[in-house]
Every structure is written in C-alpha cells, then in structure tokens.
C-alpha cells in the first residue's frame, strides 16, 4: 500500500492546514484538517479490504503467435461478503476497470499484452489495484503464474518450391477442386466470381461467358523433421517448419513431426495444426519460462469527462457561495465576482477563449496590485484571497484540460481553506458539508475517469457507486469528528468569547418550486404545494373594486375512492343563453365567443366585478376565478364548463397565460340552470360514497347533523365538529386515510378537512363536492394586484343547497386567526432552536481550546475509577445483554431475507408455471424444471428465455447464496419475456377466433 499522487499532494495540504491550525487556534482549520486525515484513513482501510477476498483467472487466446499482440481475458470472482468498486486489473500501460462487483459476482475483461518468445512466456507487472474511494491511497495485489505459450507464426507460401524445411511426402497425391496452378475444369460463369477467372477464348467461341476451376493435390503424406537449440538459426528453422505444417495442412494432406524431443504422428485439420504449432513452440529453448514484460504506456487523453466538468463548475459555485462568509470581503466585489461564472459557461458553451497576451498581462497587473499595495492595507490573508478570486476567474474564463481541472481543484481547496481561517458563522458548517461531499465526488470521479482513459477499458457499470461513496463521505466525517476532538492544541493563541458573534449571520436559503394543478387531487398533496413559496399568478382587481382577499376558485371534484378526488367527464346537454340547445361532450360545455369574449350560459342579470388575472407557466389548462365568469377575454382561445363549474382552455398554458374575466352577480349558483335535469344529475355526481367506507363516518355524520332540518344547517353543524381538529400545515402523508384523520389522528391539512366535509354531507344527504384553489390576500400597494403564491393553495367543500344560494362554500379549515396563531408559535420554535445550535456551535466548535480540551480528557480520566468501572461492568452486562439480542435478531433477518429470495425464486418459477399450465403445458410430478423447460420448448421454440430463466432458479435455489443484483434483474426480465411472448400467444389464438364467434 503506498499514497498515489494526489496522496502526496494532499499530505502536503494536511500538513499546512495543520500548521495553520497550531499557529492560529482556529478550530475551523482543526476541522478542516480532521476531515482530510479521515479521508486518508477511510481510503486505507477500504482499498485494503478491497482486495482481500478478490479471485483472478487469466485466460488466454487459443493461438497466441510470438511477439504479436493478443488480448487476455481477465476474470475477476468477489468470494467476500460486501461489494467492490473501482478494481484496476493492469498490465503495464493496459487495464480494465471493474466499477463493481457484488458478493459473488464474477466479471471479465481484456488486457493488450504481447509474448515475445516463442513457447512460455510469463508476464511481468499484472496487477490487481484499487484506489476506491478517493484515490489518495492505492493496494495493489501482483496476479502470480500469468504463464501463456506463444506458437511460432507461419510465413505464407504459394506453392512447395516456396517452403524451407525438411519436409518428406509419401503416398499418391490426388487432384481436387480448389485453389492451384493446373487446369481441373470449365464452368459456367456465375457473379461471385472473380473476373481474373475468366476463360476469355472459350467465351468468345461459345459465346458464353465461362470461368476456369484450378486443381490442388490432397491426401498426400508429409513428414517434417526439425532439430532443437538456441540461436537464431534454430528459430529460422522452426519457423520453416511451422509453415510447412501449415501449408500441407491447408491443401487437405496429413502432417507427421519429427524433432529431437518428441514426435507428432500424421493427422490433418486445423485441430492437428494447433498440436503441431505447440509442439513447435516448446520445442528447445521454449519449454523454459522466460519473462514477457508488459507493453509501454501512451499518452493520456486531455480532454475530461461532462460530469467531471460538471461537478468542477458546482464546486465553484460551493466556494463562491462560502467567500460570502468573509465578512472583509465588500458585498459589491462578491457580486461582481459572481458573473465570473455565467460568463465562463457562455464561452465554454460556444467554444470561445480569452487571448493569452490578454491573460498575461492582466495577470501581470494583478499580481503587482496585491504584492504592492493589497498586501499592505487588507493584510496577507485577504490580499490572498484576493488572489485566488483572480485565480478561479482566470482558471474558469480559460478553456479546460485534465490539467486545468486538478489546477482548479487545488485553487478551490485554497480559497477554502481561507474561508475557514476568516470566518466563525454558523454557516460556515454546512458549507464544510457541501464541500467535503463535493471533494469525495471529485476525487472518485478523477480517480475513475484516469482510469478509463488512454486505451483503457471498464467492465460492468459505468455508473458512480452513489451508495458507496455515501458510506466512505459518512465514515470520513464521524471519523473527523474523532480527529477534532483528539487534535492536541498545543499553544491556545487565540480567545474569544462565544457570545460576542452569536446571531451574526441571518441569512437563510429558500427553495422554491410549482406544481401545477391535475386531474386528480390525492390526501397530503396540499402539503407539497404549500412548501412552495413560488409565485403562481397576479390578480389585479378592475374599475374601483378593491376587496381585502380573494377566495380562488380552481378546479372542483365529484368523485371520491377513498383517498383521491377525481371529476367525472359526463357529456350532456345544456342550454344558450338563447334558449339553443346544444350537446357537451365529455363533459366539454363550450362556450359561445361574443363581442366581449368567451360568453358562459346562465349567467345573467346585475353587475359583476372584473378581474385581471396573470397566470404563470404551469402545467394545466384550468381557468381561475373569483366572483365566477359571466365572460372571460382571452385572445385566440377556446374555453369550456363542465357540470362541477369549472373552467378550462382549450389547451394547456406551459409558457403561461394572460386573460380578464368578467365575474356573474350570483356566481353560487354556477351553470347548473343552463343543463336540464341538473336535480338528478346532483344525486348521480354528489351523493356517491366511496366503496368500502367506514361504517362509522355514516353513524359520525348522522351524530353530527341530528336536529339540522336543512342542508345549509347540516353543513354548519359538521364545519363546528371539525373545528376542534387540529391543522398541519405541512402534512404530506400520501398513505393517511379519511377514517384515519376522523377517529384517530384529528389533524390534517386543507384537504383532509375538505374531504370530510364533503363526505360527512353526503353521508347526511346533502350533494357536497371538493374544491382546489387558493387564499389570497397578499396585496401589492405599488402594483394594485394580489400576489398569489403556491404556498397559498387551498381546498374547501362546496354543499349544493339549492334555492336562490345554490351551491354553498363549506370552509371547514380552521380559521385564520388560529393558523396565525400556530405559525408564529412554529416561527417562535424555530428561532429558539436556532438559538441554541448557535449556542453550540461557537461553545463547543469555535471554542474547543486546549483547556476545554485538557477538561474533557482529565473528565475521561476520571471516569476510569474503580468504583466507574463496577458500573460499567454492570452497564456492560446489560449492553452484552442487548447485543447479543440485537446479533440474533440480526442472525434472524438474515434468514429470514435468505428464506424471502429463495421464496422469490420459487415464486417466480411457480408464476412461469402456472402461466404455462393456462396454455395447457402441465408440469409432471416426477419432471424436474430442466426436463419440464425441454418438453415445453420442443413444442413452442418462441420461449427461448425458458431455458435461460431455469437456469438461475436452479442457481439461487440450490446454490446457498443469494442471487447477484445483475441477475436478479435478469431473471426479472427474463419472466416479463416469457409472460409477453404467453399473452401474445393468447392474443393471437383469440383474434383468430373472434371472426367465427362474431359469424
């Protein structure tokens, strides 16, 4: 085991950070050089494990010719129990890269390699190696008795007079159609033939074009004698001899060989050939070993892979993001600094480059700035990182090699470790998170991609061992935390108390997103969307209306299964506002265009405010409003109802959408006046409960409503039983059930308050439906319009109590006053948390000095008595105690899971079986798999996976181990083949048949 390059350069880099730490006392250049020593103790203990338990075998070609290139055939067995990644089998400039390998997994793959003696040849520097995980230490395993046999190459010769050996022929030799120099016959001409072939006199007579057939003698007896040695006139001699074998062996005659150390009898064929070739090649000098070194290296490519480059562009992005941290560095240079990067992606992008002299002299100005003057009024450290500003500048804007990637690298862990000397926010720790995780993927990515490139080659995936690396990036940091707290602090020059920084950094990153409305609305989806805090839409308010907030209306739902709303598309008939009956299919109702806009129908009567509304991209065609829409003004665009009163344009608006909508005086009435025999669509679409429903939500809703005569009652009576809920805001638990949120839980979001609403209204008789919209009430004073945000989305229950109202809004959500309440006491929370991880951290982080240090140690020591060793005898007793349970619970799950594959195997064998037997291929009971696959394949050559798939039943049931996951997968494809290829047997057979059951 021995450091790789860039081992050496980082032990070069931990020794400065160490250094750094010593002299100044600060802890953050402890952590930082805590992490590093982690990665390099990591890295040994897993490239040495790596290679403990791998088996090699080296096969070679079945005719390998003397100093001529050949390709090995390496295969590589993991016999361990944990997989293996990034293992390097190489022979000289050559190797292949196994990416990984699983817990008896084999895999294969070629080297380049050459022999250049005849007969034995051992090959030098074939290696197993691994660098796994951050290439900083390499193990590597040397692969003994790499032993291949080199056969001499035969010259190609024309005819005998061409040979130079001792050859004897015996025997009658015999004429035969093929390839020589006298006449065997005339034939007609045919294309494939070669137009050399040609007889041209005999054509010209016969005025046919015909072809001359050559004859070659065969069955002719020859024997070659040769004699061993040393020198070069002995391997002239076997070389004439092996062409010699190879000549008689090609014209059909039978070859005997005769040397001085064994004799070849006659035989003929390209099999005897071989045997003559080897005889050959061990003959003399060849039976010997002799060493076959390995070929040279060539010159690595320079061009890096896209996710290499990829990931150099988010690490500078990472460090752009931390030098914010350094409060000497003014905000405006960090801001202009920044359009270093877009701008280096628009040059990359269009393969442009900066001129050197430009770069030259810039740098020339730069550096004599920061040696003369910034060095002096910011001091060394800040002038320094000045310079590693203009260092990522110059090396971003510049075009980018292998080199110029190891360069950035290096400059980015500087310019970090800058950071760390110059600051003590808290933010400063997960930015040492975001960093290491970035360097772990760096690194294996440098460490994978230098293997792959030159002329060398992966076997297996090509994918980064996420799950791997996540473990080595896991191991490192609980390691540092190790190295932290061990890290002796020998001269405490620095002091500081904890409290002065506490609460200097507020800044707080967000993330935004948008989800778009669909067709279907399931339980806990609210809570995704109100996590959001991405714009939505604007609504701006025409003429002199201005109300304090909007209830935006979406889209509404009939159908309920239990724990998704969906809307049923029922075509019917409706009515203009002419009285012209017209036919909505699908449940499409379009609208008539009029001079206005898109005219609605059953609308009429009084005024109605009108509102702008500026929808942004979003994956929907739904058309919001707030008043209702007696006429909605959208250019070049169609728009439809259906029979729940929603809205929607012809199409979707990806790219976002602008429109004015002109609202109805009585919009709670909705279009229901407009479609004959809406009363008995109202208990079709309403009043339907989900199947399987709880018997007691019904008792519930009769509990709730006893006494309420009319529905508006009854839904006033269930929104003052919910009341007493509990809200979540942010509750996203797609698997919680309505009964779940009713007798259990009691708490929810919006929508499962909406859905009980709705539901215990249709158990107690009333028509109830869900509606989706949002709440908006953020008002722009500058602007005049609501801003609307997804964390404004909403759901409430409309209750159809007919009359002069209509349908009635059921808001059975906790009112604001009390979600207000809630969140500033959630806000409240957060910031005592907040608090007290900044306690913390500047206690425990920034001020681990060596006396706190001494402290905690002499408390350790302390705790070594007699009297705390009885304890921790009686505690270890106890902790044995549990873990020897934990073990056999451990032991238990590993059968279990063991038992659960075979039971896997079995399964999937049985499902192919029972398939089968549905085609009429019954298994007998004294038929094994194998004799089973036979029979069924003999009568239906089309399930050609069988064989294949009952091979690996065979493996994984009688082998003791678990299949590997490539074939697993496999055997889950090979069931999906034989399953399509048995349906579309059926599909065939029944389309055949239909024409006779139709007649």
């Not at 100093?67 to 295969?75: A, C, G, Q």
Request: glycine share 8%.
């Amino acid at each position: 085991m021995r450091p790789t390059r860039t081992g050496r350069i980082a032990a070069g880099l931990v020794f400065l950070t160490l250094f750094a730490a010593l002299a100044s006392g600060n802890n953050l250049l402890y952590l930082l050089y805590s992490v590093m020593v982690a990665a390099f103790a990591v890295s040994a203990l897993l490239a040495r494990r790596a290679l403990t338990h791998l088996n090699v075998s080296i096969r070679f070609p079945d005719r390998s010719y003397a100093d001529t290139d050949i390709r090995l055939r390496v295969s590589l067995r993991n016999d361990g129990n944990h997989p293996v990644h990034l293992i390097r089998a190489a022979h000289g400039g050559d190797s292949v890269l196994f990416d990984r390998l699983d817990p008896g997994e084999t895999r294969t793959g070629d080297l380049s390699a050459r022999l250049p003696h005849r007969g034995r040849n051992a090959l030098q520097d074939l290696r197993l190696s691994t660098r796994f995980p951050f290439g900083l230490v390499e193990a590597s395993l040397a692969v003994e008795d790499a032993v291949g046999t080199a056969v001499p190459r035969p010259r190609e010769a024309r005819d005998a007079s061409e040979l130079d050996a001792d050859a004897e022929a015996s025997g009658r030799a015999k004429p035969k159609k093929g390839a020589g120099e006298e006449i065997y016959g005339i034939r007609a001409y045919d294309e494939s033939d070669d137009s050399r072939l040609i007889n041209w006199k005999l054509s010209a007579r016969t005025g046919k074009v015909l072809v001359n057939q050559f004859a070659q003698t065969a069955g002719a007896k020859v024997t070659i004698r040769v004699q061993g040695g040393s020198g070069p006139a002995v391997e002239g001699r076997i070389v004439a001899a092996a062409s010699a074998c190879a000549y008689y062996i090609g014209r059909g005659g039978e070859v005997r060989l005769e040397t001085d150390e064994r004799e070849v009898g006659y035989g003929k064929g390209l099999g005897h050939l071989d045997r003559l070739l080897e005889a050959l090649a061990l003959l003399g000098e060849g039976k010997s070993v002799r060493p076959a070194p390995p070929p040279t290296a060539e010159d690595a490519l320079e061009t890096p892979s896209r996710e290499r480059l990829a990931w150099t562009w988010c690490g500078g992005v990472l460090v752009y993001a931390a030098l914010f941290l350094i409060d000497e560095i003014p905000r405006s240079l960090l801001f202009g600094f920044g359009a270093v990067y877009p701008l280096g992606l628009w040059l990359e992008a269009r393969k442009l480059r900066v001129p050197d002299w430009i770069w030259q002299i810039t740098s020339a100005i730069i550096l004599a700035y920061i040696l003369l003057i910034d060095w002096h009024t910011s001091g060394i450290t800040l002038a320094n990182t000045h310079l590693l500003m203009y260092m990522i500048a110059n090396r971003m804007l510049s075009p980018k090699g292998l080199v110029e990637l190891r360069q950035i690298f290096l400059i980015y862990f500087l310019a970090f470790f800058l950071v760390s000397g110059q600051t003590v926010s808290m933010a400063y720790f997960p930015s040492f998170l975001l960093y290491s995780v970035f360097a772990g993927i760096w690194l294996m990515l440098a460490e994978r991609e230098g293997r792959i490139d030159r002329r060398h080659s992966s076997a297996g995936t090509s994918r980064l061992p996420t799950q791997a690396l996540a473990g080595a990036l896991g191991g490192c940091l609980a390691a540092a935390g190790l190295a932290f707290a061990a890290t002796p602090r020998i001269e405490p020059l620095r002091s500081m108390n904890p409290f002065i920084a506490m609460g200097l950094d507020k800044r707080r990153v967000s993330r935004d997103f948008v989800s778009g409305f669909t067709e279907s609305v399931s339980l806990g989806w609210f809570g995704q969307l109100k996590k959001s805090s991405a714009r939505v839409m604007r609504i701006k308010p025409l003429g002199n209306f201005r109300p304090a907030s909007l209830r935006v209306r979406g889209m509404a739902f009939d159908g309920f299964t239990g724990r998704r709303w969906t809307r049923a598309n029922i075509s019917f008939r409706y009515r203009g506002d002419d009285g012209k009956p017209f036919f909505a299919q699908e449940g499409k109702a379009w609208a008539r265009r009029a001079p206005n806009g898109l005219r609605f129908p059953g609308q009429a009567g009084g005024p109605a405010p009108a509102m702008e509304f500026r929808v942004f991209p979003m994956n929907s065609a739904v058309i919001f409003t707030a008043y209702g829409a007696r006429t909605v003004d959208a250019p070049d665009a169609g728009a439809y109802f259906d029979l729940n009163d929603s809205l929607f344009f012809g199409s979707k608006y990806l790219m976002g959408v602008t429109y004015r909508v002109h609202g109805s005086p009585h919009p709670q009435r909705g279009y229901g006046g407009s479609v004959p025999g809406y009363d008995s669509l109202l208990e079709k679409l309403y009043l339907g409960l989900p199947r399987g429903l709880d018997p007691r939500v019904r008792r519930l809703a009769e509990e709730i409503t006893r006494g309420a005569a009319t529905p508006s009652e009854k839904g006033r009576a269930i929104v003052a039983y919910l009341s007493a809920f509990d809200y979540d805001l942010y509750s996203d638990d797609e698997q919680r059930s309505l009964e779940d949120f009713l007798f259990r839980s009691k708490r929810g979001n919006c929508e499962f308050f909406a859905t009980a609403a709705a539901i215990l209204l249709r158990a107690s008789g009333v028509p109830a439906r869900l509606v989706t919209g949002f709440l908006a009430d953020d008002w722009n004073e500058y602007g005049e319009f609501f801003d609307v945000r997804q964390g404004q989305a909403h759901a409430w229950a409309e209750a159809w109590v007919g009359g002069e109202i209509g349908w009635m809004t059921i808001e059975a959500t906790p009112p604001a006053t009390d979600l207000e309440r809630r969140t500033d006491a959630a806000w409240n929370k957060l910031r005592r948390w907040f608090s007290a991880a900044q306690y913390r951290w500047y206690r425990h982080v920034i001020g681990y000095d060596s006396f706190v240090q001494k402290d905690t140690f002499h408390r350790v020591r302390l705790a070594l008595n007699a009297q705390a060793l009885e304890r921790a005898a009686s505690r270890g007793a106890r902790l044995g105690g549990w873990l020897a349970l934990a073990l056999a619970l451990i032991a238990a799950i590993r059968v279990l899971v063991s038992r659960a594959r075979r039971a896997r195997t079995a399964g999937r064998f049985q499902r192919v079986e029972r398939r089968l037997a549905e085609r009429g291929f019954v298994r007998a009971l004294d038929a094994t798999p194998r004799e089973f696959a036979r029979t069924v394949l003999a009568q239906r050559p089309d399930l050609a996976p069988l064989e294949e798939f009952v091979e690996l039943h065979y493996r994984e049931r009688f082998s003791g181990r678990a299949l590997p996951e490539s074939e697993t997968e496999r055997a889950d494809r090979l069931l999906a083949e034989i399953e399509s290829a048995l349906s579309d047997k059926r599909r065939t057979a029944t389309s055949s048949r239909s024409p006779r059951s139709r007649a």
